[in-house]
Nanobody, 124 residues
Framework: QVQLEESGGGLVETGASRRLSCAASGGTFSSYFMAWFRQTPGKEREFLAQVSRVNSVTYVVGAVKGRFSISRDNAKNTVYLQMNSLRPEDTATYYC?????????????????WGRGTQVTVSS
């Protein structure tokens, strides 16, 4: 059983940067593909980015590519989401997720474990 805990959310101004962290415990962190999603009320959870297990190959969805990046530190059992040039439309609850099997990177049902989320609010 893997536990994930996000941190780093809060209220930020338009144009600011923020780094979210997700600390994992209870499992072999390097065995999991790690990803970030976000969700706003009434909408489906939106995939943002994934980092692979060991060689840290990353994929960032086009909507946030160039502003958001994902990384991981297997020694610290932590995955990060660096968010730059934040916009009001980035306001959401941000979740990290862990997936054991290859494939389905943007499919939230493919993920085995989820954190509780951290709220990011971008003021205009």
């Amino acid at each position: 059983q893997v536990q994930l805990e996000e941190s780093g959310g809060g209220l930020v101004e338009t144009g600011a940067s923020r780094r979210l962290s997700c600390a994992a415990s209870g499992g072999t962190f390097s065995s999991y593909f790690m990803a970030w999603f976000r969700q706003t009320p009434g909408k489906e959870r939106e995939f943002l980015a994934q980092v692979s297990r060991v060689n840290s190959v990353t994929y960032v969805v086009g909507a946030v590519k160039g502003r958001f990046s994902i990384s991981r530190d297997n020694a610290k059992n932590t995955v990060y989401l660096q968010m730059n040039s934040l916009r009001p439309e980035d306001t959401a609850t941000y979740y990290c997720a862990a997936r054991l099997r290859p494939g389905g990177l943007d499919n939230h049902s493919a993920y085995d474990y989820w954190g509780r989320g951290t709220q990011v609010t971008v003021s205009s």
